[in-house]
């Protein structure tokens, strides 16, 4: 009965006339449907076994008849579950084991006996072990880091996909699985295995990618589509009779080509009124080969109705295959949507169940690139458990509960770099030691502060400054007070700002020289006025960073050196001297004095004169920005027809690839039908509507008296 818990030792069998299913550990039942058909009770309760249990979920299928079990196996599979099922050799009847193991979701096929064994071996094993709550302790201790970062780089060299941004709980579960299959116990154990057997590197990568889906997945999200999607893009007047679809990570092909199903049923007798173009895209080579042939195990009809299967399908011996109307419309390539230019102009991108694999910074570069692929009258679709968050400016709400979603008409830039994610192997990615190397950079930047340091040690200790080149200060060097004192009015650090009584004009000149020499320049003696005491100066100007020409910013060194104290030691009779020649030359000192004056007057008409230069190339550098700015409108007009370029040619590239696809099969069916005419002994002969001869067989010349010269008559 429903609400029964879970007990340990005990077995439960489902009454009659009840699908039963299991949550939170307890099970529910619910009535039978009364529409004909089959019912597959097993599906549904593994199905509801997974979505419980997630990766813990073990599924075994025993003896039976039919097909029933094979989609709940894939279903735990795609969870991370472990898969059995029995070997025909033990099997009474051997139809739905069969039908699992030719679905490729089964990890061991035992006799009832094996099965047993395998399983009390694997309650030892920390992959079921794990309770929910310590799985997030567990899932990436630090003492195991090192080893599943060698499963990452194992990966990317045999199969050039970097998964170091893939949600590593989601890898480590996923390399656990495998070490379960291969009766490992360690991380360690299982990177040396990677290392030595090639062919397990490519089954933990099929396994990460989760190459499980099914048609018609989450049945109501395509009715969803057929009822708000479909109708809006057939009434856009914009796109002119072209519907264009975009499915990354597709798998094997289910969702493409289910997204063609619902919109031929959509479409109806209009549909050849339409050109529809669906990319199916994978980064799993593997998939992309199977979706092209458009194959698929019998089981199918589990989950395709009956008309769908008549309407869309054609029975063949390994099951059934997508008509070649609905591949026709499909086109298949291998891509990796992380690094490969996106396709662009698309009327729906259904990108549903990929997100919830990938980390945070993986998100946030590929919703971007879906809102790009879009038109503007664009809708996306995701996976049930997936969402736009941090997006809301690029997209709207159509259907919440589907993860439908409109594209809003925002002005959005690939930030993309399109890098290739393929390392060959001993490449400096797979070295740490190199890795870091290339990080650090050649060696340390110039140091402004550690170069000073050095002039002032070799030669003197006075107080200074340091400056860069557009003269401001960024480092004082001991009490500057007497020399540099900050103005009043807006605060700035310009030194010939900051320069008091005097020093703005000695400085500026010596800066200049400096600069222009590339050399330490000096003025020695001079004249200071501090606060009406007369002080004497030696003013030094040294470039920094000779050895570090490449560098985009120069700095200056000005030194301040007060040797006052020393002239006044040694001037004593000067002094006295100076006193009576003072007394006897009164009108030799006016004129002087005079002089002084008219020199300072020249010398602010010379500044003033100079600010307005200043002014008058500072309003041409503000027509140089402007101009600066309309070719970076060009430049970004310029970008995105860049983008759109690499998008056609991912178009194209996809399309070149389908049609060397199809012209390998036309080379293939023309050899078949040429061996065949030449080993029959029958005469035959083939011709054209005008009853011209294509073909014949090496006995028609018995028969009708011709010759391969007569090909092409009539």
Known sequence: RSGVGVRPNCVYVIPPGAVMAISGGVFTLTPRSKEPGQHLAVNVFMRSLAEDRKSRAIGIVLSGTGTDGTLGLTDIKAEGGITFAQDSASSKYDGMPRSAIASGCVDFVLPPKGIARELERITRHPYVRLEPDEEAEVEAPPSREKDLHQVMNQLRRVTGVDFSQYKPSTLHRRALRRMVILKLDSMGEYAEHLKEHREETEKLYDDVLIPVTSFFRDFEAFEALKSQVYPAI????????????????????????????????????????????????????????????????????????????????IKVDEGYRVNKVVRDMCVFAQQNIVSDPPFSQMNVVACRNLLIYLGQALQRKIVPILHYALKPSGF????????????????????????????????????????????????????????????????????????????????????????????????????????????????????????????????????????????????????????GQKRILNLAVSPLGEKHSSTAERCFLILFEDITSRRISGSGDAQQAGKKAKAGSSIEFKRLKQELADAQDTLRAAIESEEATKEEFQSANEEILSANEELQSTNEELETSKEELQSANEELNTLNAELRHKNSELHDLSNDLTNLLNSTRLPVVMLDGRLHIRRLTANADKLLKVVPADVGRS
């Open 234 to 313: 057939v009434k856009d007047k914009a796109n002119k009779g072209t519907i264009r679809m975009w499915a990354p990570g597709c798998s094997t092909g289910e969702e493409t080509y289910s997204l063609a199903m619902t919109l031929l049923e959509f479409l109806g007798d209009t549909a050849a009124s339409y050109q529809v173009q669906i990319f199916g895209t994978d980064v799993n080579e593997k998939g992309i080969h199977k979706a092209r042939a458009g194959v698929y195990r019998e089981s199918i009809a589990d989950e395709v109705s009956p008309e769908r299967l008549q309407r869309f399908f």
């Open 380 to 531: 996306l679709v995701l996976g049930r458990s997936e969402g736009i968050s941090g997006f809301n400016n690029l997209f709207s709400t159509v259907n919440a509960r589907h993860k439908i979603y409109a594209k809003l008409p925002v002005a959005s830039r690939l930030h993309y770099d399109f890098s290739q994610t393929h390392y060959p192997a001993g490449s400096v990615a797979d070295s740490p030691g190199r890795a870091r190397e290339i990080q650090s950079g050649p060696g340390p930047e110039f140091n402004p502060q550690e170069e000073a340091d050095r002039v002032v040690l070799k030669s003197f200790a006075p107080v200074g400054v340091v400056i860069n080149s557009v003269m401001e200060v960024i480092q004082f060097r001991g009490r500057t007070s007497p020399y540099l004192e900050p103005a009043p009015g807006k605060p700035s650090l310009n030194v010939l700002k900051l320069a008091r009584n005097g020093l703005a004009l000695e400085l500026r000149s010596l800066i200049n020289a400096a600069r222009k020499k590339n050399a330490p320049v000096r003025k020695s003696d001079f004249g200071f006025d501090n606060n």
